[in-house]
């Protein structure tokens, strides 16, 4: 199984956390201070490393409404600049996801920042959302990869993302068996139906089963201290976002308490599935 990246190999069941960027420049909340997004950012980040969180990622979470495909220039640009701030101010693992689909994007921020991995919400097929369809990236994203010869770039994919519906049913087995064999993501992700929101346990048992040692699977929406002992039995990791923030909003900033407590929940796990 690869491991989610290659300085969180020794980690059982690392916990990720969000870092939700504030709107940036060209989004039409945008609020004009650029020291403003910058400072948000990094507060967040050294909230949840106190907290005790594995890795973090970043993404352009207040840019809605999102685009489909290709974000403009100076989102790419902006990011890369605040994830290279970000990688030297906090020395942890670092991922990027560019929404609401710009994996190139993603690729090429986390390769000029030094970021360790990309999260990628439809790498293979194609989904219904918001945006209108979302298609498959994969070709382009694995070729740019290899000419960046960023190989050490891991791809988190998400299956069945949130905010989406399938254009036509297929088995949850064969999607992710696409996105593993034909897409080649190195991780899977199972999410909730929209943020925040639990993700569905039968469905990260199935993926379990699917993926049969290929990959790591991560729960990526609903992880709370409560319920992440019924996650941990089945995933390889946590993506968390909403249950860090103030009030369990996902538009708040970091809470401090609350990431010690997911933290003192992961530990519990561990110490329950060494005991086992």
């Not at 897409?183 to 089963?209: H, K, N, V």
């Amino acid at each position: 199984m690869n491991p989610i990246c290659d300085r969180l190999a020794r980690i059982v069941k690392p916990v990720i956390g969000m870092v939700h960027l504030l709107p940036l420049p060209l989004s039409p909340r945008y609020g004009g201070n650029l020291d403003d997004i910058r400072n948000a950012m990094l507060d967040d980040a050294r909230a949840l490393a106190d907290g005790g969180v594995h890795a973090l990622m970043i993404e352009n979470f207040g840019d809605v409404p999102f685009h489909g495909g290709q974000v403009p220039p100076a989102v790419v640009a902006h990011m890369a600049a605040l994830a290279t701030d970000l990688r030297r101010a906090v020395d942890l693992p670092l991922g990027i996801n560019v929404l609401r689909n710009d994996g190139l994007a993603a690729m090429s921020v986390a390769h000029a920042a030094g970021a360790d991995f990309v999260r990628v919400n439809v790498l293979a097929g194609a989904r219904l959302a918001d945006q209108g369809i979302l298609q498959s990236i994969a070709a382009d994203l694995l070729r740019l990869r290899a000419q960046l010869g960023a190989q050490h770039i891991r791809i988190l994919a998400d299956v069945q993302v949130k905010h989406s519906a399938a254009l036509a049913e297929r088995p949850l087995a064969d999607e992710i068996d696409d996105t593993l064999t034909r897409g080649l993501a190195d991780g899977i992700i199972i999410s909730g139906s929209g943020t925040g929101r639990p993700a569905d346990l039968r469905l990260l048992l199935q993926a379990r089963r699917a993926v049969a040692g290929r990959a790591a699977v991560l729960v990526g929406r609903g992880v709370t201290p409560r319920t992440m002992a019924r996650y941990a039995r089945h995933a390889d990791g946590f993506i968390v976002g909403t249950a860090l923030k103030r009030d369990g909003d996902a538009r708040q900033r970091v809470d401090a308490r609350r990431v010690r407590s997911m933290m003192q929940a992961w530990r519990a796990c561990c110490a329950e599935s060494a005991g086992t």
